[in-house]
């Protein structure tokens, strides 16, 4: 059932709408996080039987308090909802689809914990590139100001070219300092993806120190042995403001020097690709060959230099 059809089987129902609360994954296609859901769950104060195979009814005590009104019924809060579908034992892929939206709408929240206690100085750190087959992995490391505000700042990755470039400069006009690290495909060869992207992001943290103090460090993903206190986030680029600002950063940095690798070899298409094994990106390589600046580990590559030798064509 998509929206409509929940609406249309709701207002068939002998029962007031001040009684019940909407809940389970009919609650979600309300609320816009769910397109289809098969089973309508009510939660209401009274005892009540549905005549409707595909009404669920639970007789559980609530607040309304806890939900906000759509389309005239009384819906579930996003985050009142999950604890209510915790209990009920719901799909652990969708419940962590549902955590993720909840965290990702207070992207504040890490900051504020931290600021709480009187740290001011709080730096957001994120890479960009660990999947391409060429160039190199780079980091930022952002540390922005008690007041900072950006409307529509989240994850690079979920921003279009033209925002991200928007918010770049905003967040260079306004942040107290900015680092930025790399790790080359040499030293990616070297070293494995994994290590190397602690590198650059302990190159972009030591570089950010130059320009401003940091007392805490909010990382995406990511642990890192450092002396200041660390605070490693799983999707942290969606749920923390100053991480989602380092991963703007990061991501046009990195774009700008696939575009300038792009003017000096533009049969790789890397202004469009990013470095990133295309179709078209391998062909070209199986083709022109590879360049110093692929790594030579990542797999298309290391089957190219298997096949034809580590010749490179600059």
Known sequence: MNKKEILNKLSLIDLDKNKFIIG????????GYKRNTSIITLYVAENYESKDKYIIIENKYYDLDKTVEKDGYFVYKLDELYKVMLESNYDKKLMKKIKLIIDSSDNYKYERELKDTGIKYIAGVDEVGRGPLVGPVVTACVVLPEKFYLDGLTDSKKLSEKKRNYYYEEIKKQALGIGIGECSAEE??????????????????NNCLKECKIEHILIDAMKLDLDIPTTSIIKGDLKSITISAASVIAKVTRDKLMRELDIKYPMYDFKKNVGYP?????AAINKYGILKEHRKTFGPVKEYILEHGNNTIN
């Not at 009919?26 to 609320?31: E, G, W, Y």
């Not at 990616?188 to 943290?205: L, S």
Request: cysteine-free; overall charge positive; proline content about 0%.
């Open 188 to 205: 990616i060869d070297k070293y494995n993806i994994y290590e190397a992207t602690k590198i650059a992001m302990k190159r972009a943290i």
């Open 278 to 282: 295309t179709k078209e990106h391998i």
């Open 24 to 31: 389970g994954e009919s609650a979600l296609v309300l609320l």
